[in-house]
Every structure is written in C-alpha cells, then in structure tokens.
C-alpha cells in the first residue's frame, strides 16, 4: 500500500528565511504526489504536484518541491517564508488508479515576524 | 470558474440520526471524491464517484454511502450517526478519473459535522 510520512509535526521558521516541510513516500511503481495547503476553517488548496519530469516542481505561492527518487523524498521549499505562509501543510500520494489520495498527517508551519 | 461548494457548511446532529451532505464541483469536473478529516485519524478517504459510478471506496463502515447525478453533484449519506462521526468533511473535484492522468484535486471547504 502507498504512503507518506511527515517526520515533523511542526516547522518554526522566521520570516524571510527559507523554509523546507519534509515529505518521504513509500510507493509500489511511478509516484504521483501532491502537495496540499490547509488554513483555518478552510479546506485545503493545491500547491503542487509530481507526475513525471523534472525534480524540481514550482507551484502557486512561490512554493516548489524536490523530488528524490533514491531518497524516497518529496519535501517542499521556498526561498523566503512569509507569516501569511503559516498554515497546515499536506504531503499526499495517490493510490493506485483514480483519483485516491493518501495523506500524510500534516506539518504546521509557524512563520514568526 | 467556481470552486467547489459544499452546503451545509456546519450541521449538529443527535446519535442515531441520519444526515446528508452535498458537493457541486468545479464545473467541467466529473470525478468527485470525499474525505473524512478529524484530529485524530487526520486525512481520510472515503470514496470517489465518476459518472454516476463509484469507483473507489475506503475503508468505512457501510453506514457511510454517496452517489452522483448526471450533472456530476455528489451527495454522500451517514446513516445511524455515532459520536466518532463528528469531523470535517470535505469534497474534492478533478477533470478525469482515468488511470494514470496527473490531473489535481480541488477541494471545498467542508462541512463541519458535530454529533452530540
């Protein structure tokens, strides 16, 4: 069965430094994972996402991640945090055909001024 | 284009009672998929209609059902409600079910079911 794990259940991070929120999967094939943003009373907004191609994916916000295959790692990145940036951060893989997508447990991202 | 729109947006709701709820997707959008989130479990996949099929199923009681009209609406039913039913439920559109398209999810902003 496919997975993720998110090994930190929060970042503390001061603005304007870059930021990093780790992701490892564990996939039987090609992966297809996603990364997914949660803000309060909100549901949760598509950042970006690995299908095939290049290792570095860019996505909305200014966010990109970097896919390691022989890492099993798919962690997410941006050059500058912002405090708008905290939020509840989700890596997800989908499972098998359609449109199934395993998530991991979230990672709060804290942006501090 | 509109998002995703879920209605109701909060419900409470007494054990034993039934209940349902309702997602329009993005328009265009014929694969809808539903998710369970509670502090506890976190994330949870429930199930995923296309074209009026459901094509994946989690694992939930058979007390948890949905369906899909010919204009791609979902609607997913809670039968017989337990106190550990209470979560957000959230609803999520993409273009296609086909194995192996790339295509993202677009999430709604849930319902939020409380069960007293």
């Known amino acids: 069965a496919q997975s993720v794990a998110q090994p930190e259940d929060q970042v503390n991070v001061a603005e304007g430094n870059p930021l990093t929120v780790k992701c490892t999967y564990s996939?039987?094939?090609?992966?297809?994972l996603f990364w997914y943003v949660q803000y309060p009373n909100r549901g949760l907004q598509f950042l970006l996402k690995?299908?095939?191609?290049?290792?570095l994916v860019k996505g909305s916000y200014g966010f990109e991640a970097e896919f390691n295959k022989s890492q099993t790692s798919f962690h997410l990145k941006k050059p500058s945090a912002l405090v708008s940036d905290s939020a509840l951060y989700f890596c997800?893989?989908?499972?098998?055909?359609?449109?199934?997508?395993?998530f991991g447990a979230g990672t709060r991202l804290a942006v501090h001024p | 284009k509109a998002g995703v729109t879920q209605t109701p947006r909060y419900l409470i709701k007494t054990r034993g009672q039934q209940v349902t709820l309702s997602c329009s997707p993005i328009?265009?959008?014929?694969?809808v998929s539903w998710y369970q989130q509670t502090p506890g479990q976190g994330l949870q996949f429930l199930f995923e209609?296309?074209?009026?099929?459901?094509?994946n199923k989690g694992n939930f009681p058979g007390r948890f059902s949905g369906r899909q009209f010919s204009n791609s609406r979902s609607e997913m039913n809670v039968s017989t409600l337990e106190l550990g039913d209470s979560a957000l439920y959230l609803c999520?559109?993409?273009?296609?079910?086909?194995?192996?398209?790339?295509?993202?999810?677009?999430f709604g902003p849930g319902t939020r079911l409380t069960v007293t």
């Open positions: 999520a559109s993409s273009q296609t079910s086909f194995r192996d398209s790339g295509y993202e999810q677009y």
């Open positions: 996939v039987s094939g090609n992966p297809y």
């Open positions: 690995y299908i095939t191609g290049d290792n």
């Open positions: 997800a893989v989908r499972e098998g055909g359609y449109n199934k997508l395993i």
């Open positions: 328009s265009g959008h014929r694969s």
């Open positions: 209609y296309f074209s009026e099929t459901q094509r």
